[in-house]
């Protein structure tokens, strides 16, 4: 039909208005494309459910909500959801799960009314047989209190040129001189990094539920002060971290209040530096730059892990490696099926990296040590990614370079040299989840406190980050540890800062 239309038109023009065609039929399909992710994205996880005239009428009606989008889903999607639950076996109510043994047990004995002590039938006393017995979780609601310190003051009555003696003071305090314990620092410390509770919301409910009334500045002041003193241990967890071979990275952006963005938040940057089962640590930069992980790696040269992202290139020692990460290459392809559901080259692809991670499922389920993880993902995996590899190439072959296919598959083929550096070390993980995992707090935190007050403050809140982090990977009590800690740093020797870390920490405790 196309054809017949042009064939009056002479050769030369013909051949241009065919160009355009298909020039404008290609950017036709990439702007569908567009749009449709657009759309689910504004209707949420659901609307991969739905057909192209469904999200047309959603986006027709601007005061749509999450529920709607839900019922505009197919039904035959729904009834497999609700066959897949039928299918699972019963769990159990969790009214009836037994409450944690190592809670106190306090008693309340009910006892029976005078009438219930006697028999109806003889009038005898009836005898105790024993208890009905029921537990419920209880509590008391948090308690502040003013510790009145009184340290004794001695002196001789005989012998005045003697002096006084008093009585030793009790521990060291987080904050010299200020009128909080240490108990109330760690906890308004917790109250923030860990259950992202911004200062104004914590001076609300102070007020609210104890009466006492203080300013957001004097509680920002224990947190920054304890934030100080946590910069030494995240040094020194630096230098552990850098004395091994293997780290994995990341960044996420968080607003900073300084005077370089007038009117708005400035753009600043948590940088993350871990090692699986090991120390976590943020580093603050006010961009998103090279110079950031260069300055922090120094002369590293065993393996760094990361994303495509270029800052991570040309830094480190002449013996670095660089992995990439699986995760990322999957989640292309993944999003992209979403918007072009069906492409059975690109379900493949995701059917062949699911293999992968069964692979290391199988080898973390038996414990297996770094040489023996290595020995099966070379028979196991690698036969798998020289397929895996094969499969992208012909699709990419197949679809639009700028469609969503298109993208992922450059990515993947981009990283493929960096992504399957981990089938020949078995110490390097299949991808970037363990850091990815860690930067989630910082994801929600962001969201309730908003912003970091200002540059300075940027270093602080990273080592109050890397200590709660640290803690949570090892399984430590973060209020125990923080606890004990904090009010030791200010007198202890530097050069032994490194015994205060949450890794010796936990060698020091093994019961907690």
Same mark, same amino acid.
């Given at each position: 039909?196309?054809?017949?239309?042009?064939?009056?038109?002479?050769?030369?023009?013909?051949?241009?208005?065919?160009?355009?065609? *298909?020039?404008?039929?290609?950017?036709?399909?990439?702007?569908?494309?567009?749009?449709?992710?657009?759309?689910?994205? @504004?209707?949420?996880?659901?609307?991969?459910?739905?057909?192209?005239?469904? +999200?047309?009428?959603?986006? #027709? #009606?601007?005061?749509?909500?999450?529920?709607?989008? &839900?019922?505009?889903?197919? *039904?035959?999607?729904?009834?497999?959801?609700?066959?897949?639950?039928?299918?699972?076996?019963?769990?159990?109510?969790?009214?009836?799960?037994?409450?944690?043994?190592?809670?106190?047990?306090?008693?309340?004995?009910?006892?029976?009314?005078?009438?219930?002590? =006697?028999?109806?039938?003889?009038?005898?006393?009836? &005898?105790?047989?024993?208890?009905?017995?029921?537990?419920?979780?209880? +509590?008391?609601?948090?308690?502040?209190?003013?510790?009145?310190? @009184?340290?004794?003051?001695?002196?001789?009555?005989?012998?005045?040129?003697?002096?006084?003696?008093?009585?030793? %003071?009790?521990?060291? &305090?987080?904050?010299?001189?200020?009128?909080?314990?240490?108990?109330?620092?760690?906890?308004?410390?917790?109250?923030?990094?860990?259950?992202?509770?911004?200062?104004?919301?914590?001076?609300?409910?102070?007020? *609210?539920? %104890?009466?006492?009334?203080?300013?957001?500045?004097?509680?920002?002041?224990?947190?920054?002060?304890?934030?100080?003193?946590?910069?030494?241990? =995240?040094?020194?967890?630096?230098?552990?971290?850098?004395?091994? *071979?293997?780290?994995?990275?990341?960044?996420?952006?968080?607003?900073?209040?300084? /005077?370089?963005?007038?009117?708005?938040?400035?753009?600043?940057?948590?940088?993350?530096?871990?090692?699986?089962?090991? !120390?976590?640590?943020? /580093?603050?930069?006010?961009?998103?730059?090279?110079?950031? !992980?260069?300055?922090?790696?120094?002369?590293?040269?065993?393996?760094?892990?990361?994303?495509?992202?270029?800052?991570?290139?040309?830094?480190?020692?002449?013996?670095?490696?660089?992995?990439?990460?699986?995760?990322?290459?999957?989640?292309?392809?993944? /999003?992209?099926?979403?918007?072009?559901?069906?492409? %059975?080259?690109?379900?493949?692809?995701? %059917?062949?990296?699911?293999?992968?991670?069964?692979?290391?499922?199988?080898?973390?389920?038996?414990?297996?040590?770094?040489? #023996?993880?290595?020995?099966?993902?070379?028979?196991?995996?690698?036969?798998?990614?020289?397929?895996?590899?094969?499969?992208?190439?012909?699709?990419?072959?197949?679809?639009?370079? @700028?469609?969503?296919?298109?993208?992922?598959?450059?990515?993947?083929?981009?990283?493929?040299?960096?992504?399957?550096?981990?089938?020949?070390?078995?110490?390097?993980?299949?991808?970037?989840?363990?850091?990815?995992?860690?930067?989630?707090?910082?994801?929600?935190?962001?969201?309730?406190?908003?912003?970091?007050?200002? #540059?300075?403050?940027?270093?602080?809140?990273?080592?109050?980050?890397?200590?709660?982090?640290?803690?949570?990977?090892?399984?430590?009590?973060?209020?125990?540890?923080?606890?004990?800690?904090?009010?030791?740093?200010?007198?202890?020797?530097?050069?032994?800062?490194?015994?205060?870390?949450?890794?010796?920490?936990?060698?020091?405790?093994?019961?907690?």
């Amino acid at each position: 039909m196309k054809r017949d239309l042009l064939q009056p038109l002479p050769t030369p023009l013909r051949d241009a208005v065919e160009r355009e065609w *298909r020039r404008l039929e290609v950017e036709n399909e990439l702007l569908k494309e567009e749009v449709k992710r657009l759309r689910m994205a @504004k209707y949420g996880v659901k609307s991969d459910q739905l057909n192209e005239e469904q +999200l047309t009428l959603l986006d #027709e #009606e601007p005061g749509v909500v999450s529920v709607e989008v &839900k019922s505009e889903c197919g *039904r035959s999607e729904l009834e497999k959801q609700d066959a897949a639950r039928q299918k699972r076996q019963p769990r159990q109510h969790p009214g009836r799960a037994e409450l944690p043994a190592h809670l106190e047990r306090i008693e309340s004995i009910l006892a029976c009314t005078p009438e219930q002590c =006697r028999c109806a039938q003889c009038g005898g006393e009836k &005898k105790l047989i024993g208890y009905d017995t029921s537990e419920e979780l209880d +509590l008391k609601p948090a308690q502040y209190f003013v510790n009145v310190i @009184k340290r004794e003051k001695r002196a001789c009555g005989q012998c005045e040129e003697l002096g006084v003696s008093t009585a030793a %003071a009790p521990q060291p &305090k987080i904050v010299e001189k200020g009128k909080a314990s240490n108990a109330v620092v760690v906890d308004v410390i917790l109250k923030k990094y860990c259950d992202h509770t911004p200062l104004y919301r914590q001076c609300a409910i102070l007020e *609210r539920e %104890a009466g006492i009334e203080l300013s957001r500045m004097t509680l920002c002041g224990w947190v920054m002060q304890g934030g100080m003193w946590l910069e030494a241990i =995240r040094d020194a967890m630096r230098v552990d971290l850098l004395s091994g *071979r293997y780290i994995q990275a990341d960044e996420t952006p968080v607003g900073v209040q300084s /005077d370089q963005s007038v009117g708005k938040n400035h753009l600043g940057y948590l940088w993350q530096y871990s090692r699986p089962g090991g !120390p976590v640590i943020f /580093d603050f930069q006010m961009g998103r730059s090279r110079e950031g !992980p260069a300055k922090f790696l120094g002369k590293f040269d065993g393996y760094l892990q990361s994303d495509g992202y270029g800052a991570y290139d040309k830094i480190g020692g002449e013996g670095i490696v660089h992995a990439g990460c699986m995760a990322h290459l999957r989640r292309g392809f993944v /999003d992209a099926l979403k918007l072009a559901p069906g492409n %059975a080259s690109a379900e493949a692809i995701v %059917a062949a990296i699911a293999e992968l991670y069964a692979v290391e499922k199988r080898a973390r389920e038996a414990g297996m040590s770094a040489e #023996e993880r290595q020995r099966l993902r070379q028979m196991e995996s690698v036969p798998v990614l020289e397929r895996l590899k094969k499969q992208i190439v012909a699709l990419r072959q197949e679809v639009l370079p @700028k469609s969503a296919l298109g993208k992922a598959c450059d990515y993947a083929l981009g990283q493929w040299s960096r992504v399957v550096v981990y089938a020949s070390h078995g110490e390097v993980e299949i991808d970037n989840n363990w850091c990815e995992n860690a930067m989630r707090p910082v994801a929600l935190g962001r969201k309730n406190w908003l912003h970091i007050g200002s #540059e300075e403050a940027g270093p602080r809140i990273a080592a109050i980050s890397s200590v709660v982090e640290t803690c949570r990977r090892l399984g430590i009590n973060v209020r125990e540890y923080l606890l004990d800690v904090l009010p030791r740093i200010p007198t202890w020797p530097a050069k032994r800062v490194a015994e205060l870390t949450p890794m010796a920490w936990a060698a020091q405790h093994p019961s907690r």
